[in-house]
T-cell receptor, first 113, second 109 residues
Framework: DAGITQSPRHKVTETGTPVTLRCHQTENHRYMYWYRQDPGHGLRLIHYSYGVKDTDKGEVSDGYSVSRSKTEDFLLTLESATSSQTSVYFC????????????FGEGSWLTVV | QKEVEQDPGPLSVPEGAIVSLNCTYSNSAFQYFMWYRQYSRKGPELLMYTYSSGNKEDGRFTAQVDKSSKYISLFIRDSQPSDSATYLCAMSSGSRLTFGEGTQLTVNP
C-alpha cells in the first residue's frame, strides 16, 4: 500500500463550521491531490499541489482551500461547511506529473448536518 | 454532457463468467487510459494502464482501447467473488485525470 494516511477517517460536523482534513504521505512524492467522490459524479479533483506552498485549483474548488507547508502534508479546509460538501474525500499522491502513477489514500467520510 | 460516460450498473454475474466493463469518451485529446478497482469503503487502486489503441493483458484482465470509436473496455476472465468491486475508468490528456462514474460489479459464488 502507498504510504498515505488520511485523518480523520470519519467526521460529522454542523453547517457553518470549519473543517480540516489532513493527508500525510511517507513516499516523498512531489504531487498531492484532493478528490471528492459522489454518486452520479465519480471522482472530481478539488485542489492539487506540485510542491511545498505550490497549489492550484481543480474542477470543484469553490468552498475549499488547501495548504502544503511540508512535502509530506497536504491539508484541505472547508471554511464554512455546507450540506453539499457531504462526501467522501480522497487524497492521492504522484511522484511525477504522470497520470498512471497516482495512488489514493483510504478516504475520509464527511457528513455535514 | 460528461467527458467520460460509464454505466454505473450494478452488474451481477456468476463466478467464472467473462465480465465486460466499458466507457465512452468525447475528448479526442485523451491519450492515457486507466482502469481502477475500488473495494467498498476503500480508495481506488490502479489496475490497468494503456497508452495506445489495442489490447493489453495482465493475468485475467484485458484492457482494450479503440480511439477511433472513443471506447475503452476492461474484460475479466474467469471472474471470482474477490473481483466484486467498483471499477472506474479514467483518462488523461496530460496530467489531469478524468474519471468515469464507476461500475459496481458483484460476482456471485
Amino acid at each position: 500500500d502507498a504510504g498515505i494516511t488520511q485523518s480523520p477517517r470519519h467526521k460529522v460536523t454542523e453547517t457553518g463550521t470549519p473543517v480540516t482534513l489532513r493527508c500525510h504521505q511517507t513516499e516523498n512524492h512531489r504531487y498531492m491531490y484532493w478528490y471528492r467522490q459522489d454518486p452520479g459524479h465519480g471522482l472530481r479533483l478539488i485542489h492539487y499541489s506540485y510542491g511545498v506552498k505550490d497549489t492550484d485549483k481543480g474542477e470543484v474548488s469553490d468552498g475549499y482551500s488547501v495548504s502544503r507547508s511540508k512535502t509530506e502534508d497536504f491539508l484541505l479546509t472547508l471554511e464554512s461547511a455546507t450540506s453539499s460538501q457531504t462526501s467522501v474525500y480522497f487524497c492521492a499522491i504522484s511522484e511525477f506529473k504522470d497520470p498512471n502513477t497516482i495512488y489514493f489514500g483510504e478516504g475520509s467520510w464527511l457528513t455535514v448536518v | 454532457q460528461k467527458e467520460v460516460e460509464q454505466d454505473p450498473g450494478p452488474l451481477s454475474v456468476p463466478e467464472g463468467a467473462i465480465v465486460s466493463l466499458n466507457c465512452t469518451y468525447s475528448n479526442s485529446a485523451f491519450q492515457y487510459f486507466m482502469w481502477y478497482r475500488q473495494y467498498s469503503r476503500k480508495g481506488p487502486e490502479l489496475l490497468m494502464y494503456t497508452y495506445s489503441s489495442g489490447n493489453k493483458e495482465d493475468g485475467r484482465f484485458t484492457a482494450q482501447v479503440d480511439k477511433s470509436s472513443k471506447y475503452i473496455s476492461l474484460f475479466i476472465r474467469d471472474s471470482q467473488p474477490s473481483d466484486s468491486a467498483t471499477y472506474l475508468c479514467a483518462m488523461s490528456s496530460g496530467s489531469r485525470l478524468t474519471f468515469g462514474e464507476g461500475t459496481q460489479l458483484t460476482v456471485n459464488p
